[in-house]
């Protein structure tokens, strides 16, 4: 049985694509655990299987073998709406184009994942308004996208990913699109954010993003390189 204080527990996963008649192994039995409160970085070239786990440990791609466990529930015979409910429930994803909607206020833009799990109108904006204050932008409230920096921006992506209390929170090249003191800011954000509790993998192709971590998973070939520790949690 696995350890109760598991967030992600992989067991010899394994993800086959075909392409065209080739069939590609972008992930090749890897075993991997993730505890609660764990800030964790995965890293390694393009095409080395890192996107893939991550789309895998987000509900949002089924393997073709092994075993998933997100905080404690085997996630892998589930239905499509199912591992929908999970997602938005359970995970908050940060991706590096922001995926803000355009002509949307701040606020409205991290109410949205709660439209979608039926969250009454009142308790949407007392909850967004929490989770903007959570990320400093309690001023910004009612500024839609093109007004904010792109720094503000990601501050709004992390506030709707988080604003649904999830187990893990996900992120893809969160840094990419910023200037290196913007990203500064929002790795602090993470960090502080890891120092409450919240359980963070960062996917970076980026070193400087990786040392904000607390371990760094290295892939290579669709496996596991190296897990090393970077300090003490």
């Known amino acids: 049985m696995a350890p109760s204080n598991l967030v992600v527990d992989v067991r010899s996963l394994e993800r086959t694509y075909l392409v065209g008649d080739v069939e590609v192994r972008a992930l090749r039995g890897v075993t991997l655990q993730i505890a609660s409160g764990d800030f964790v970085a995965v890293m390694g070239a393009s095409g080395s299987g890192k ?55 701040a606020l409205e833009n991290v109410e949205l994942p709660m439209l979608y799990q039926g969250v009454k ?28 920096s792109g720094g503000q921006q990601q501050r709004v992506a992390i506030a709707r990913a988080l604003v649904n ?53 290295t892939f290579r070939d669709g496996a596991i390189l190296g897990d090393a520790q970077r300090r003490a949690a």
């Open 121 to 148: 109108s009142a308790e949407r904006k007392k909850r967004a308004t929490g989770a903007l204050e959570r990320v400093g932008l309690a001023e910004r409230l009612d500024h839609t996208p093109a007004q904010l």
């Open 51 to 105: 996107s893939t786990f991550m789309n895998l440990i987000g509900c949002l791609d089924r393997p073709t073998a092994g075993t998933y466990l997100l905080a404690g529930r085997d996630v892998g015979g589930l239905s499509r709406d199912e591992l929908a409910g999970v997602r938005g429930q359970q995970i908050g994803f940060v991706f590096q184009g922001f995926n803000l909607l355009p002509r949307t206020s």
């Open 165 to 217: 209390e999830p187990k893990l929170l996900l992120a893809d090249e969160p840094t990419g699109a910023l200037d290196s003191k913007t990203s500064e800011e929002v790795m602090n954000l993470f960090t502080d954010l890891n120092r409450q509790g919240l359980t963070i993998v960062v996917v970076t192709h980026e070193p400087d993003v990786a040392e904000y971590a607390q371990r760094v998973v």
